[in-house]
């Protein structure tokens, strides 16, 4: 079983926040997987289902950012499951707007929501990094994270949420490539041709009629 996390912060003040991409994933993953209706539990809320045959908890910390590893350790508890069982999802600063990556691992890289799993679990769980984009400057990044998607940002938003719904089921079996490339399908669908035009046919230009008249006769024709 694995613990499916999407970080961010609770309450309508905050829902379109760029902060809260990770609960904006996780309520696109519920919705199309036809998950059952979120409980209050472990600081959060959960909603518990398959994909197919794979079970998986999806959990939205409610500590607020700078504590949702409070929730998150208190649901690895609670289902015994070890940092390898868990996957997070979350804002990234440091990808452009619209990429996606997966990795096992790593440092909180100043992300308050990590810094906290980290403090709870350790490093060794897998995160689905979610790029907004940076404000060019880091004094700026607290007041960017925690302004609104703009309107602008909706199409390629869509995209990568409805991705990772996409991928979920690779999430639950721990599989990161096979994710990556559902979303990849959203994000960067390949184009409807092939590429391969089929060659135009060659123009096929008629021999000239064979001349033959006598060497006299086009001397004559010539002066004619």
Not at 11 to 33: C, P, Q, S, V, W
Not at 109 to 132: P, T
Not at 198 to 212: G, I
């Amino acid at each position: 079983m694995k613990l499916i996390v999407g970080l961010g912060n609770p309450g309508a003040k905050y829902a379109r926040n760029r902060h809260n991409i990770g609960f904006m994933a996780l309520d696109e993953i519920a919705a199309d997987h036809g998950f059952p209706a979120w409980k209050s539990k472990h600081q959060g809320v959960v909603s518990e289902g398959r994909f197919g045959s794979d079970r998986a908890v999806l959990l939205k910390p409610e500590t607020f950012m700078n504590k949702s590893g409070d929730s998150v350790g208190a649901a690895m508890r609670f289902y015994k499951l070890e940092p390898e069982d868990v996957i997070v999802l979350h804002d990234e600063i440091d990808l452009a707007p619209g990429k996606v990556r997966w990795k096992v691992g790593g440092g909180h890289a100043g992300h308050n929501g990590l810094r906290s799993i980290h403090a709870h679990i350790g490093a060794d769980y897998a995160r689905v990094r979610l790029g907004v984009g940076h404000p060019g400057h880091k004094d700026a990044v607290p007041g960017y994270v925690l302004r609104d998607f703009p309107k602008a940002d909706a199409g390629w938003l869509d995209d990568v949420l409805r991705g990772c719904a996409d991928g979920a089921p690779h999430l639950a079996r721990g599989d990161g490539p096979k994710f990556m490339n559902a979303v990849a399908l959203r994000v960067a669908p390949p184009r409807s041709g092939t590429g391969d035009k089929a060659p135009k046919p060659a123009k096929v230009t008629a021999p000239p009629p064979a001349d033959d008249r006598s060497a006299m006769q086009k001397l004559m024709d010539k002066f004619k």
